[in-house]
């Protein structure tokens, strides 16, 4: 905020005197005590700020030093909200930086413990083993089980990824929920009718003829008006009540949906795929 000075006048300067004033100015502090005696004519006191006399904010300072103690330990996320800056993007990457560098701390502990110690005992209880057990730690990072599962869906149904066993057990891992068994039984979803697959087929079928058609002719900017057809087979496949009606619709919505997705992205990639079109259809 300032600096502290003392002034020795008239009969006060003397080296004892000096020496007295520094040992007052030394121990000055900010609580009850914090204070400064004047003799007229023998002791002036001042608070040198540089700035005409006015005291500075001290707020700033401390916000300054703050900011610097969090981000010397990786941990500037921590202050992140406290200003008129920061963003939920720039959290996580700032967060990715710690969970790096405790990533890293942890990999040297349990590389030495494993290496040096665990082996020891290993040796000392069961001689002749060749295959010793490692320290692990748990996963650091939280991921966004809604950005996984989006990342996933896609990848499986552009053949990228395989949903195998393994797939299926990091799933659970992040969800936390108990591992799948060897004697578990899956249930596996109820098989299409016949009739019901037709009917899609035959949807999937003519929406792939328009496609190819629209890309041929270079209109897929109408891709937007296209309508899903056969949705009364769809409905007559489904049973022929308002259920199967209302049912109808929401599978052609989704469709179509599914439809202008991949036609837009294959527009993208300049190059049209009626295989991977139509599995995207009939997965809709």
């Known amino acids: 905020m300032g600096v502290d000075v003392g002034t020795l006048q008239g009969e006060a300067r003397t080296e004892d005197h ?17 204070f400064m005696l004047e003799v007229e004519e023998q002791y002036k006191y001042r608070l040198e700020t540089g700035t005409g006399g006015r005291l500075l904010d001290p707020q700033e300072a401390i916000e300054h030093h703050d900011l610097r103690i969090v981000r010397s330990m990786i941990a500037e996320f921590v202050a992140m909200g406290a200003g008129s800056t920061g963003s939920l993007a720039m959290h996580r990457d ?30 000392y209880n069961w001689p ?69 697959a ?24 109408e891709i937007g008006a296209v309508s899903v057809p056969y949705k009364a087979d769809l409905a007559a496949a489904l049973g022929g009540d308002d259920d199967a009606e209302v049912e109808s619709q929401r599978q052609a919505a989704a469709m179509k949906a599914a439809f202008i997705e991949e036609v837009v992205r294959q527009v993208k990639a300049a190059e049209f795929d009626p295989a991977r079109l139509k599995k995207a259809l009939l997965e809709a």
């Open 198 to 221: 037709a009917a899609r087929e035959k949807q999937a079928a003519k929406l792939l003829e328009i496609a190819q058609n629209l890309f041929s002719k270079g209109q897929t900017v």
């Open 18 to 34: 000096k020496a007295a004033m520094e040992r007052s100015l030394m121990g000055l502090h900010a609580h009850e005590k914090g």
């Open 94 to 123: 700032k967060t990715s930086y710690l969970l790096l560098a405790l990533g890293g701390i942890a990999n040297y502990i349990c590389e030495t413990v494993s290496k040096h110690l665990i082996r020891q005992w290993v040796d």
């Open 128 to 196: 002749g083993v060749t295959a010793y057990p490692r320290l692990r730690y748990s996963r650091l990072e939280q991921r966004d089980v809604a950005v996984f599962a989006d990342a996933v869906e896609k990848l499986t149904k552009s053949g990228a990824l395989t949903a195998d066993p393994t797939l299926e057990e990091e799933a659970r891992t992040l969800l936390s929920l108990p591992r799948l068994e060897a004697g578990d039984t899956i249930q596996q979803p109820d098989e299409e009718p016949a009739e019901v």
